[in-house]
């Protein structure tokens, strides 16, 4: 099943709500990544924050989610991350049959902003090979190079001191 994409603009206006999600989580002492997801009626269901380095902003809002909604109305739904889901994130999107993955800044840029940060050693695996090794499609869309300068804000500082 193919998931319905919103416009450019919109799908932006989910991913700031992201980046707002991902700064609270920094103010709250944690690592600065945010999540949400949204039905196939263009309804916010789901927001979440980074909580530790396995629980993962998309991770986390993914088991909440099918705990509560059906594999078959999760694969109408979008996930949207301000970073590109790690690869423990992109299984877990997987095994929840999310319907598509909608991202504002690559691995590979947050990798450029924490180096060899303990705290975030990053796979360089990107979620797009993940998930061509499924049996299934999970559409995907990003980075949005407009959103990344606004993405790395929070990043910048932080894995320097962590």
């Not at 600065?32 to 380095?53: K, W």
């Not at 809002?61 to 694969?75: E, G, K, Q």
Request: hydrophobic content about 35%.
């Amino acid at each position: 099943m193919t998931v319905t994409l919103p416009e450019r603009e919109e799908m932006t206006k989910y991913l700031r709500l992201c980046i707002k999600i991902a700064h609270r989580a920094r103010e709250n002492g944690h690592h600065p990544f945010g999540s949400v997801l949204v039905g196939p009626d263009g309804q916010l269901i789901l927001q979440h924050a980074n909580y530790g380095p396995v629980f993962h902003a998309e991770s986390e809002l993914v088991r909440v989610a099918v705990n509560n909604y059906s594999l078959d109305f999760l694969s109408k739904c979008i996930l949207y991350t301000s970073v590109e889901p790690c690869c423990m994130c992109a299984g877990t999107c997987y095994w929840a049959n999310i319907g598509a993955v909608v991202f504002g800044m690559d691995e590979s840029s947050l990798h450029a902003l924490t180096g060899n940060s303990k705290e975030n050693p990053t796979m360089q695996l990107p979620c797009r090979e993940v998930f061509k090794r499924g049996s299934r499609d999970i559409q995907v869309v990003g980075p949005f190079p407009e959103l990344i300068d606004e993405i790395a804000q929070d990043h910048r500082d932080f894995w320097a001191s962590h």
